[in-house]
Structures are given as structure tokens and as C-alpha cells.
């Protein structure tokens, strides 16, 4: 949107960026031609700075800035229609405490909700498109705490709500900010150019600002990363296409929760659907997934199976599914769950797991678990799952849990059996 400062045209407010592009290439003959020298010349010298003269090149913003503002100056300013900053006002926001009234708090209570919302996922999203680039650690909750403490104290300084800025937070970036103290510093700053240089500020050309953040937009464009995601992942890919023209027809909040939203589909459709791998034991006496080699060896009795992912009530009908085959089949009367790939169970889960097992049993047969995570086990416990299935069944490895279960295997099968899958095997 920095496009009509720099070609000094008037776009009508609230155009959306594809409205911005078509008027201006509708009305491109009325473009400014000192406005458009001084945000090119600006963005030149940017450039150059940046890249010929290490020894100034973090200022290199600053300077393009200034020299930008002293040609703007040259051609004429105001009077050649260039753009500028105008009138600041030359005093901080007056002291005010807000109407706590249970009126005014019900009107603005849902509104305020959807500008929290809105602005969290902005700050959110610009600060992991910074951190991308300077490979920092990023702290949603703090993050979170963060704005809202930005937007409780200045609301009693008469100030709107507010949330993380692309632009500056870009321009922070390239101008070589490391920590948020450059925020407050910055805001220090700013104090200062309103109380003794509002007059001078005023004059900052605006094609110049354009064509600043025109250039640092561009620099956080991560190429390789929208190329690796090409290459990599048609989901990701689809997130990203979509957010990309969200952000070409719809508000910059609206493009974001688009993104989200589609990133939501496909997080619950890929967990939904988690991997059962059937393990069986390979020539180099492992278990692997039978798929994998063909020569894997299975227990006649003893069926173990690996669960990679989390059993809650969008994947309860994916696992209850390949119980059910297993169950319809007769091959095994018994199934030894690796329990380690789940990450947690849900109340679903947990009804579900504990009517499987009691099917199981009542076929003479029973479901056990090895390596469970506490995480997991945690609602089992708490809502008395873990009893009913029993805590017998429950074990810390998988090779204990085989010494157990081997006990309770029909030892005439076993005599029969030329397999000799477990170690217990051995001494039949």
C-alpha cells in the first residue's frame, strides 16, 4: 500500500491491495514525477549504502531517509506535490482514565474481544516472520503478555488499541535490532521528536518513507523458504497460495486467519488418520514394521503394534477401524500396544480404549500397553479408565511386557510353533 506514496497518486481509502495495483495502473499518467524520483533515489541509495559502504551500512535506512528528505526539499516539497509527514503535534497524549462503566463496557466488550484476537494474530504472525530471518527463539506467551500490557497503559493516555507493525517491525530488523529494548528506545525517541522536533519531522516526505518499506518488505521475503516449501510439502504449499491471495483481496488480519484456519483442516486431518504400524521380527532379530520387509516373522498368539499419534475423538474412528479388522480376522488373541508414540488421550479416547479392551476380554484375549507416556496416562487415571482396564496390563518396556504376556500364551500352540519370536520362546 506504500505504492501510492510513491508514485503520488491518490487511491481511495480502505482499497484493498489488488484495488490499490489497478488504479494505479489505470491512472498512471498522473503520476508525480519528483515523487517518484525521490522514493527511487531513496531506495538507490538504501541499496548502495548497504552494499558498498560496510562501515555505515546498518545506517544505511537512516541515511537513504535523510538524504531523501533534503532532495524532496530540493524539488520543491509541498509545492511540487510532494507528500510529507504534516503537522505532529508537539505534546504527549493527555492523562486520562476510561469509562469503566458496565454500559460502556457491555457495548465494547465484543468488539474488544475481536481486536485482541485480531491483533494477537498479527503480532504473532510478523514476529515468527522476523524470527525466521534472525533465528531466535520466540515466546508466544510472552508475546501475548506483552501486547496486552501495550494496550492497558496506554489506554489511560487516550491512545487506540494497537498490535505489532509489518512495516516497523521490519525496519527494527534491518536496522540491526536484536531484543525489544530497541522498541523502547525507539519510543524514547519518539518522545523527544515530539516534544522538540515535531516541527522538523513534519517535513519527511512520504514517497521517501515508501520507498524505505518498500525495500524492507521486500528483504523479508525468504525466497529459499518459499521455494523449499514448493519443493517440499502440496499442503504447505496450498497454506501458502491461500494466504498469499488472502493478502491480495482481503485485509492483512483476515488473510492471516485464513491461513490459520486452512493450516487448522489439514493439522486435524492429518492427526486424525495417525500411523499403526504392525511390527513383526526382522533377520536382525528387530522389530520393524512388516511393511518394510516382507520377511518379518509374526507371533501366532502375540500381535504388537506401534501408535504414532494422539488418541482423541477425530482419530477414535481411524484406530477403532484397524482394531476391528484385527479382531474380525481371529489371527491373534492378544495385542501389545508400544505405547510410546501417543501423545495424549482424550476423554473419547479413553472410553473407546476401554470398551476395546473389554471386547478383547470377553474373546479371551486382552490389549496391553508398554511405554506409555504419563501425559497419556493421565485421564486414564483420573477418570478411573486406568482400573477398569486394570494395572496389570500396563508395563514400562516392551520387553517386560513380553516376559508377562508370554506367561499367559497357550503353551501348546507354543510347543507347535518353529517361529521362536521372543527370547521366552527358547524354553518351550
Not at 519528483?34 to 541509495?45: C, D, P, Q
Amino acid at each position: 500500500k506504500q505504492l501510492k506514496h510513491v508514485f503520488g497518486i491518490k487511491v481511495p481509502q480502505g482499497s484493498k491491495i489488488y484495488e490499490v495495483v489497478n488504479y494505479i495502473i489505470l491512472h498512471i499518467r498522473e503520476t508525480n514525477k519528483y515523487t517518484l524520483i525521490v522514493a527511487i533515489v531513496t531506495l538507490l541509495i538504501a541499496i548502495l549504502v548497504k552494499k558498498y559502504i560496510k562501515k555505515i551500512g546498518r545506517f544505511n535506512l537512516l541515511i537513504a531517509m535523510v538524504l531523501g528528505t533534503v532532495l524532496a526539499i530540493y524539488l520543491g516539497g509541498e509545492q511540487s506535490g510532494i507528500q510529507t509527514v504534516g503537522h505532529i503535534p508537539n505534546h504527549l497524549p493527555p492523562f486520562k482514565v476510561p469509562d469503566f462503566s458496565l454500559d460502556w463496557l457491555q457495548k465494547l466488550f465484543p468488539g474488544a474481544i475481536v481486536l485482541a484476537l485480531l491483533g494477537l494474530v498479527e503480532a504473532v504472525s510478523i514476529s515468527r516472520a522476523v524470527a525466521l530471518h534472525s533465528h531466535q527463539k520466540l515466546n508466544n506467551n510472552q508475546e501475548f503478555i506483552g501486547q496486552g500490557l501495550s494496550n492497558i497503559i496506554p489506554s489511560f493516555f487516550s491512545c487506540y488499541a494497537s498490535s505489532g507493525s509489518f512495516t516497523r517491525s521490519g525496519v527494527n530488523y534491518q536496522a540491526g535490532a536484536k531484543t525489544p529494548l530497541s522498541a523502547i528506545i525507539a519510543g524514547i525517541g519518539l518522545i523527544f521528536v515530539l516534544l522538540f522536533g515535531a516541527k522538523y519531522a513534519s517535513y519527511l516526505p512520504k514517497p521517501a518513507m515508501g520507498g524505505i518499506i518498500l525495500l524492507v518488505g521486500y528483504n523479508l521475503i525468504d525466497f529459499k523458504h518459499v521455494k523449499l516449501i514448493y519443493k517440499s510439502s502440496r499442503r504447505e504449499l496450498l497454506v501458502f497460495s491461500l494466504t498469499l491471495l488472502g493478502t491480495l483481496f482481503l485485509h492483512l488480519e483476515q488473510a492471516v486467519i485464513l491461513g490459520i484456519a486452512v493450516s487448522l483442516v489439514f493439522y486435524l486431518e492429518r492427526t486424525s488418520k495417525p500411523n499403526i504400524a504392525e511390527l513383526g521380527l526382522n533377520k536382525a532379530k528387530k522389530f520393524i514394521n512388516i511393511i518394510r520387509d516382507s520377511s518379518t516373522k509374526e507371533c501366532p498368539q502375540l500381535k504388537i503394534i506401534r501408535i504414532d499419534g494422539s488418541l482423541y475423538f477425530g482419530a477414535v474412528e481411524e484406530v477403532s477401524n484397524f482394531f476391528t479388522n484385527l479382531y474380525e480376522k481371529n489371527e491373534s488373541k492378544h495385542i501389545l500396544v508400544l505405547s510410546n508414540g501417543i501423545n495424549f488421550i482424550d476423554l473419547a479416547g479413553a472410553e473407546w480404549l476401554t470398551h476395546e479392551v473389554e471386547k478383547w476380554k470377553a474373546k479371551g484375549g486382552q490389549i496391553y500397553f508398554s511405554g506409555m507416556k504419563v501425559v497419556s496416562q493421565d485421564i486414564l487415571i483420573k477418570g478411573g479408565f486406568f482400573d477398569k482396564i486394570g494395572a496389570q496390563y500396563f508395563f514400562k518396556d516392551k520387553n517386560t511386557a513380553i516376559a508377562s504376556i508370554f506367561k499367559d500364551l497357550d503353551k501348546n500352540i507354543c510347543k507347535g510353533c518353529e517361529l521362536k519370536i521372543f527370547n521366552e520362546c527358547k524354553n518351550t
